[in-house]
């Protein structure tokens, strides 16, 4: 970052922990003027980041957060936005490259991280190691329907499915409801699991059968995944066969 | 690690950029005694682990390379087996969990790395910036049938879809048939777009309708992106809409 260019760096932070950052989003970090993102997700990082300047806002005001990114990087300040898992995948990505069509002067770097169905599918086992559907259950930006409509198809394409944001205090039985409709065609005893606050303390992770997992006490911490016919159970932990003949 | 326990670290090293990695990722491997993996992977990873014992089979040896690093742990020495992005994406983090079932002396832990679809999508945009499908088109672990089946959900719930392993030089025509497959519901002008190389020497990016992407030269080492109903292009770049007003 030399000063007389006008860039943004968009990092993922991965789920939370230092060293599951990588090492470019490290160093853009710590070359940033300013940091913006939830003081939450910074503070997760410990010191190393304590005396950086900071700037955030409230959940739903994310346009104003964009749009004071380049306000900033139009004045020739390094300005790192930052999301927890990784920017592209239900982050800020996305909305930054649309708002940034009004700011042609400001260049845009999306810094990848580890998203939560990769770094949950870790702890659990190895849950997503065939073909997956990733999908949020938040109805703030998506039509139930087509949230809906996606959990069937992807039922019926028996993938191993990726629950983000299950539930949340307002949104009750969006994760029973969700279960009830892969049931449909997956049937109740389908492996599934869950993980919670990955790489944070009080780690939690869960295996269980589809019409258990209706009743496990998700929230937006939460990462659920549901197996397809070849995912198993054992010794506690969830496995997609590949297709190898052991 | 300490001498008495007998583990396995399965390792995500991302794209190949030593940079990609997390740090944790790097530790298990500056501790480790052995890396077992293609040596082309570690070699990516430049002079760091030159001076590393490393040991490798063939393609479709897999099972002999597992079975190895079970063998050597129980000697007591400390193993890293490494896999490109992500080992628990079509890795070989679940065959190890199978496997270990016969070994039940040796603990496993897997340590994620950056995935294509992630590293691939932070390159072209932000086009999985929504609900996404994950699908390898390689037939080699997976029957033809259930591939096509599952390009043809993903394509009905409208999702983002990412292509694995699109063809090689013995599955030619592969990525044309998929491109077919998903042309019916979503029609020709689609905007898509594909990563070759990524995080190495001459990375590679395309964005284009899916009519054109039947055409593009892919590779086992191409990651293909297929928008859905509110992917569009802009600026060289592939979008995917989150459903923000702007």
């Not at 920017?87 to 990848?112: C, F, N, Q, R």
């Not at 949020?136 to 329907?145: E, K, P, V």
């Not at 949104?171 to 606050?197: M, S, V």
Request: proline share 3%; hydrophobic share 40%; aromatic share 8%.
């Amino acid at each position: 970052m030399c000063g007389s260019e006008k860039k943004i760096y968009i990092v993922g932070m991965g789920p939370g922990r230092e060293d599951m950052m990588t090492g470019q989003a490290l160093a853009v970090l710590d070359r940033a003027d300013l940091i913006v993102g939830y003081t939450a997700y910074i503070r997760l990082l410990g010191d190393r980041f304590a005396g950086k300047e900071t700037f955030s806002t409230p959940m739903r005001q994310e346009q104003d957060r964009c749009r004071y990114c380049f306000a900033q990087a139009r004045e020739g300040r390094r300005v790192a936005l930052i999301c927890s898992g990784d920017a592209g995948v239900y982050g800020l990505a996305s909305l930054m490259l649309e708002i940034g069509e009004d700011y042609p002067d400001v260049e845009l770097e999306i810094v990848p991280g580890i998203t939560a169905a990769v770094s949950g599918a870790a702890l659990l086992g190895a849950p997503i190691n065939h073909d997956f559907c990733v999908i949020s259950l938040s109805d703030q930006l998506t039509d139930a329907a087509v949230i809906e409509r996606r959990l069937r198809a992807a039922a019926e394409g028996d993938f191993v499915i990726v629950l983000y944001n299950p539930q949340s205090r307002t949104r009750r039985g969006y994760l029973k409801k969700a279960c009830q409709i892969i049931e449909q065609t997956a049937g109740p005893d389908r492996a599934c699991g869950w993980t919670r606050c990955i790489g944070r303390e009080g780690t939690q992770t869960g295996t269980c059968t589809l019409r258990e997992l209706q009743d496990v006490p998700a929230d937006m911490f939460t990462t659920v995944f549901i197996g397809n016919a070849s995912t198993f159970i054992a010794g506690g932990r969830l496995v997609t066969r590949r297709g190898y003949h052991v």
